[in-house]
Structures are given as structure tokens and as C-alpha cells.
């Protein structure tokens, strides 16, 4: 109450008013400091409307559907996710493919997916399954016990397939009837649905593909017999629950795949030809715009070769189009492939050291684009003007652009304005935009623009001002800089500092926090939740440093290589060489460096104590990989290989290994149910700490996954990680 009387009086006193300081307890609580975080947007196939996930002033986790007229800008909410739903509990497939998803802590409406004929939208909720007309007219689909999962309106929109009970169902929405296109998956055989590597590592969710006009579905079946039992302890409160879990750790058999085509009427099916070694990943799959081919991309466990296929689905019958390999690994882009109506292809590969879109027609790749930069994503494709358009880093690497360039190649032309990184919708003709696009002190705004990038309308333009959440703090958010430093072999490291307001000749503490895994950039000019906790420590006095190492994506293959079967070696040599700077700076206390990181980053908290003890203050390591052995085949053997032949780059790797090393204070934190980097990581680690006599401290959370959910666990969890800074490095 006394919060909310301060903000009240804050608010009515105007800009004139003093700022009032950040809180643990105000970041974690409704309403969102960030202000409408709208996410999930998409334009209709059509450009005529956007959908979005908005979440409710009163609830930061809860989540309704939002529609927007794109001529016009009018919104409204669409389906209230309070008013329709069962309530039921979730099953445990779908907590796991939440997990995987990264929004296992949001409630209400948590996907939604377009029709493709733009009438209509597709939306799970309590494992069932509803068709949203534009005017907001709900249909139920199914109302079972059990939950379906994977829906998806067919390309023709006459079917909604999904799978129920490990078999894929169709139901025909004139009639609405439902059949079930498989009936013998249960046990370890599934049907149409992606296995967990796929869903994990690979950015593949679906496991049905309907061609354009209906007469087909390719169907991945999926055999996990092979892949062994994991027992996960997931520890509650109140009762512990052992899972029994289907896990690919690395070396171990991974979930046999094939791929078929049926008839959604039933009836026949074709097994398609994906070659004599079943030991692959099956990372992607297209239909032709007539759906006469299908585009199948194969890619070999070591993922140093990636083969497009295209497949007869009368017959099964493929033919290799063409190859990527890579000496070290294969970098999959989640839309890597697009099919153009004449037949030929977009691609992106990196084959020129950075990855860059390429136009495959008769039988050759010719480049469209080219440069020292990387494209983080294909956009949109307007056949009619020969234009497309892509996400990618050209201008900056800490920022995000749409370009457009002609499909034959020449002069790119930025549709986003600099200072922000950009993410974006197009519709099917790629003459409509939705873009959202944050920076450091920007939360996430959202426009609409026409096919050149000139905003048309603000759906969320997010103004810190008035009664704008963030209002009444945004003064007081500490200077955020950037910079660059060189890595060993001379590649430009970019790092990112948020200072307080520094006074001369004032020594301050450094916070270093680490990610420093593959993909992982961090520094980047964006607006997060994390942003918030940054910015409430560097209001406290703290220094907080980032920077990203070799490694940590869309940087080329240069910047890559270094780590490959060598994790936890030139990540470590970078962020050394990032605090032997920091620690050279007339402000900054070189006694008083501190890191801490999460997931990767609490692996490379321990790497970092381990590797230069006395370096750090002192370190946290939340939820982290001790053992890489213990961590699924795909993402271990792309960096590090197969186990039983490289079994030294596994101990190198390994934190376990030289954990007796350490020597500066360290709290551990982890979730107890953690399905993601399980448990037995950290409880591995507290045995061999404690066997070597080894003084350290911990907080674990029972029931809490990898992401952390819930305003008190989270409060918490940074009090613990303050208290124990402030023991022993700040107050120190």
C-alpha cells in the first residue's frame, strides 16, 4: 500500500516530481515496468489485420488474443482467455514443449497461429483446441480429456490436424468430422509431432506439413525406442515426482525419424526416401507452391553436412539438389529455405564465412547478398516486384535491421531506423509490416509499416511518459555505453556497461554478467526483463559489465571456430581479457569484480573461478552445466563431438573436471525440477566441493524449472544473490 500511494503522488505531481528508485519487488510485479509487452505478432497472410499475445494490466503473466485492422489501426481484444477454457491442468507433454518454448511461466493464451486464408485464427487453451473467427465467434474443436497438441490449419484451410494420444487426427471443418490419420502411436512411436532434439536444438516445433492444396500431409513418425530412460527427480515442495524421460544425452542413440505422406482423407500413405543411415536430423521441411515437390533438409549428426532434398510424394522418390558442409558445424537459421512460385529457392548459408541469402535455380546458387555481416533472418519474398526482404546485423552487431534487396541481387536498402534491435512481421506479399523493436531505454514498441518501412500506425508506441509504469523511474536508470576490445586473435569483442552516476576519483565494483554460450549475444541494444535487474544494480552502486565472447552468434564463422572442441576455453581467454581491462580503468576497484551468469553463463562462472582463482571477488552460477555428458546429443556433439572419440575435449570442457580450484567465494542457485540442465548437475558439483572440503553456499528452489517463474521465487532469488555480493565483494 505505501508502494502504491508513493507511485500515485509521483504520478499526480508531474515531470517535476523527485524519481523514485528502482525495486526487486517492483520488477517482478504487475503492472509491468516495461509498460504493454504485446508479443506473438503476426500479420494475417492477407496484410489486413495483426494478431498479437497482450498481457493484462493486472496480471504480467496472463495473456489474451489482440487483433488490429492494419487499414485503419483499431484494436480490440479478440478472445479474453478468462472467458473461454477449461481451466484443467496442463499434461506433462505440454509443461515440457512450454519448457522448450521458453514460456513455460506465462498463463492464458500462449500461441495462437494464423489460418491461411487470414479468416480465421487457430488457438490452444487447457489442451483443447478453438477456431476464432475475425469477429471474434469461437468454435470449440475438441473437448477431451486428453490434451491435443501441434494444431494447425491446413494451407487450404479445409482441415485442422493435430495430435492426440501420440497419432495425428484431421478434422474436416465442413463437415466436422474427425479422423484419425494414424492409430498406432503410443509407448515410444509418435506421430506428427517433432521429437525433443528438434524442438530443442534444431528450431522445429511441427511434425505435419499440409501441401498447398490439401490433398496432402507429410508426417514425421518418430520412434524413441533407442534413446535411453532418464530418471529426473523433479523435487516439490511438498512430494518429489520421478520422471521417467525419453533423453538423447550426448553419444547415445538419438529418436529414429521417417517421414511420410498421407491422404488427410485416410487411407494411403508413402514413406519418403531420406537414405540408407538413419542416423540423422530431419531439420526442416517445404512443400512447392503447387505441392508437387517436397523440399526435405537432411542433416548428419555430426552436422558438418547439411543436404536439400526433393522428394516425389506419389512414389517417395528424392534427389539431392544440393550440399552445405562445414568443417566445424552447420548453423541452422529457423527459415532457412524459401519456395518461390517458379520453382527455384531462397537460401541462406554461410559458405562465404557469413551467412547470406543465395538464389538456387537450375542447379546453381547465385549470391544475393554479400558482405562482412551476418542475415539473422528471411523475412518476406515479393515475387510480383522481385524484392526481398531480411533481418541481418550490416549496420551494427548490437543491432537488428530489415533490409530489402532485389531477388537479383545489388544495393540493400534499411527499412528500420538505427538505435534499436528490430524484429518483424511481413504477410504473404511482403507489403506489410509489423515490426517491434526495443533498445537499452526504449521498452518494446510496436508499428505498423507499409512494404518500404514508412510507419503507418503505433500499435503499442510505449512512450515512457504520463502514467506510463516506467515513468516515474526512467530518470534515475543509470548511462549505458558500449564498446569494443580485442579477443587473442585480434576479432573485436563488443562489450556493454551500465554505470551509476560515477563521481572523480570514486573506485566502484564491477558485476560481470556472463552468457558467453554459442548463439548467445547478449550485447545487443535491446530492452528485456533482465534489462530492469541491470539497471536496479547499477542503481546500487554497481558497475555491470557484459561482453560477448567469441562464439556468441551472427558474427561469421571466424568468430565461431574457436570454440569448437574447446567450450570453456576461448569464451574464458574473452572474459579474462574483458575484466583485465575493466580492472585497468582509474573507476573501477579491481578488488571488487564480481560475475555471475545463468545456464551457460553459470557454467562459465565456474570455468572463470576455476581458470584464474583470485581474479573474482567472487562468483554466482545459476542453473549450471558441470557436466556435458549430461546434456542432449544435438547441441553437446555440435561444438564438442562424439563423446567416445573425443573424450579428452569432454574432460577439458567439463566444469567438474578442475572444480577443486576453486577458491573465491561462490553460491550456487538451481531449480529442483529443472528439466533443461537437470539438477544433477549442481548436486554432482556439491559432492565433489564437499569431498575436497571445499567451502561454497547454495539456494536451490523446489519445484522451480530452468526459467524461473513467479514474482516471489524470482524477488527471492536476486535478494539471495545481493545478500551474498554484498557480503562478500560490495561491503566487503
Known amino acids: 500500500m505505501l508502494f502504491r500511494a508513493a507511485a500515485l503522488i509521483a504520478l499526480l505531481a508531474g515531470p517535476a516530481a523527485a524519481q523514485m528508485p528502482l525495486t526487486l519487488e517492483r520488477i517482478f510485479t ?40 492494419t487499414g485503419t489501426g483499431a484494436e480490440r481484444m479478440l478472445v479474453d482467455s478468462a472467458k473461454i477454457g477449461s481451466g484443467a491442468a496442463l499434461s506433462e507433454e505440454e509443461k515440457m514443449r512450454r519448457e522448450r518454448a521458453r514460456i513455460g511461466g506465462r498463463t492464458g493464451i500462449v500461441s495462437y497461429s494464423w489460418a491461411p486464408d487470414g479468416k480465421s485464427l487457430l488457438v490452444p487453451l487447457d489442451g483443447d483446441i478453438y477456431l476464432v473467427t475475425l469477429d471474434g465467434r469461437t468454435r470449440r474443436l475438441t473437448n477431451t480429456p486428453q490434451s491435443e497438441v501441434d494444431a494447425r490449419v491446413s494451407e487450404g484451410g479445409r482441415y ?52 498447398p492444396d490439401d490433398a496432402h ?70 512443400w512447392a507452391k503447387d505441392g508437387r515437390t517436397l523440399y526435405i533438409q537432411r542433416l548428419s549428426r555430426d552436422q558438418q553436412r547439411l543436404d536439400v532434398l526433393a522428394a516425389d510424394p506419389a512414389t517417395g522418390a528424392t534427389r539431392l539438389l544440393f550440399s552445405e558442409t562445414s568443417k566445424t558445424w552447420i548453423d541452422l537459421l529457423d527459415n532457412n529455405l524459401r519456395v518461390l512460385g ?53 549496420d551494427s552487431p548490437i543491432e537488428r535491421h530489415v533490409y530489402a534487396v532485389p531477388l537479383a541481387g545489388g544495393d540493400t536498402v534499411r527499412l528500420t531506423e538505427p538505435g534499436y534491435v528490430n524484429t518483424v512481421s511481413v504477410d504473404d506479399s511482403a507489403n506489410r509490416l509489423l515490426v517491434r523493436r526495443s533498445s537499452e531505454r526504449q521498452p518494446p514498441q510496436v508499428y505498423l509499416a507499409d512494404g518500404r518501412g514508412a510507419r503507418t500506425h503505433w500499435v503499442s508506441e510505449n512512450r515512457i511518459a504520463g502514467a506510463h509504469p516506467l515513468a516515474a523511474y526512467a530518470a534515475s536508470l543509470p548511462e549505458t555505453t558500449y564498446g569494443t576490445l580485442p579477443a587473442a586473435d585480434g576479432q573485436k569483442l563488443q562489450w556493454r556497461m551500465i554505470s551509476p552516476k560515477r563521481q572523480p576519483g570514486r573506485r566502484y565494483p564491477v558485476f560481470v554478467y556472463v552468457y558467453g554460450g554459442p548463439h548467445g549475444a547478449d550485447v545487443l541494444r535491446q530492452w528485456g526483463r533482465r534489462t530492469l535487474i541491470l539497471n536496479y544494480l547499477a542503481s546500487k552502486g554497481w558497475i555491470v559489465f557484459t561482453l560477448d565472447n567469441r562464439g556468441t552468434s551472427f558474427r561469421g564463422t571466424a568468430f565461431d571456430a574457436p570454440i569448437f572442441r574447446a567450450l570453456g576455453t576461448p569464451e574464458v581467454a574473452d ?43 567472487a562468483g554466482v552460477a545459476g542453473a549450471p552445466v558441470t557436466q556435458w555428458g549430461l546434456y542432449d546429443s544435438a547441441y553437446t556433439e555440435r561444438y564438442l563431438g562424439d563423446p567416445a572419440k573425443n573424450a579428452a ?84
Open 575 to 617: 572474459q579474462l581479457a574483458g575484466v583485465a581491462w575493466l580492472k585497468a580503468q582509474p573507476f573501477v576497484d579491481p578488488a571488487k569484480v564480481a560475475v555471475m551468469g545463468w545456464s551457460y553463463g553459470g557454467y562459465m562462472t565456474l570455468k572463470l573461478l576455476e581458470a584464474a582463482p583470485g581474479t573474482f571477488a
Open 649 to 732: 575435449a569432454y574432460a577439458r570442457a567439463d566444469a567438474l573436471t578442475e572444480a577443486t580450484k576453486i577458491a573465491d567465494p561462490l553460491l550456487v542457485i538451481h531449480g529442483m525440477a529443472d528439466d533443461n540442465v537437470v539438477f544433477e548437475n549442481s548436486t554432482s558439483l556439491f559432492a565433489k566441493l564437499q569431498a575436497a572440503r571445499r567451502p561454497f553456499e547454495m539456494m536451490v528452489y523446489p519445484g522451480k524449472t530452468h526459467a524461473f517463474a513467479g514474482a516471489d521465487a524470482q524477488v527471492h532469488e536476486w535478494s539471495t544473490i545481493e545478500r551474498f555480493l554484498g557480503r562478500t565483494v560490495k561491503d566487503k
Open 217 to 286: 500431409v507429410a508426417v514425421e513418425r518418430l520412434d524413441e525406442s533407442r534413446v535411453a530412460i532418464v530418471t529426473r527427480a523433479a523435487i516439490g515442495a511438498d512430494k518429489t515426482t520421478l520422471v521417467q524421460q525419453r533423453y538423447p544425452r550426448a553419444g547415445t542413440p538419438n529418436a529414429t525419424v521417417d517421414l511420410y505422406v498421407m491422404n488427410p482423407a485416410g487411407g494411403s500413405r508413402m514413406k519418403v526416401d531420406l537414405g540408407a543411415d538413419p542416423d540423422f536430423y530431419l531439420a526442416r521441411v517445404d
Open 342 to 394: 517458379d520453382g527455384s529457392l531462397i537460401w541462406a548459408s554461410a559458405r562465404s564465412g557469413h551467412t547470406h541469402l543465395y538464389h538456387w535455380r537450375d542447379g546453381a546458387l547465385a549470391p544475393i547478398t554479400s558482405g562482412a555481416w551476418d542475415v539473422t533472418a528471411i523475412d518476406g519474398v515479393d515475387e510480383a516486384n522481385g524484392r526481398l526482404l531480411f533481418t541481418a546485423t550490416k
Open 160 to 211: 485442422v490436424s493435430f495430435v492426440r494420444d501420440q497419432n495425428l487426427y484431421a478434422i474436416d471443418l465442413t463437415t466436422g468430422r474427425e479422423t484419425a490419420l494414424t492409430r498406432d502411436g503410443g509407448g515410444t512411436l509418435s506421430w506428427g509431432t517433432a521429437e525433443f532434439i528438434a524442438q530443442e536444438e534444431l528450431d522445429r516445433s511441427e511434425g505435419a506439413w499440409w501441401s
Open 30 to 69: 504487475s503492472p509491468d515496468l516495461s509498460g504493454p509487452s504485446p508479443v506473438a505478432l503476426t500479420l494475417s497472410p492477407d496484410g489486413r489485420y495483426a494478431a498479437l499475445l497482450r498481457n493484462r494490466p493486472d496480471d504480467i503473466d496472463r495473456q489474451d488474443l489482440w487483433l488490429i485492422d
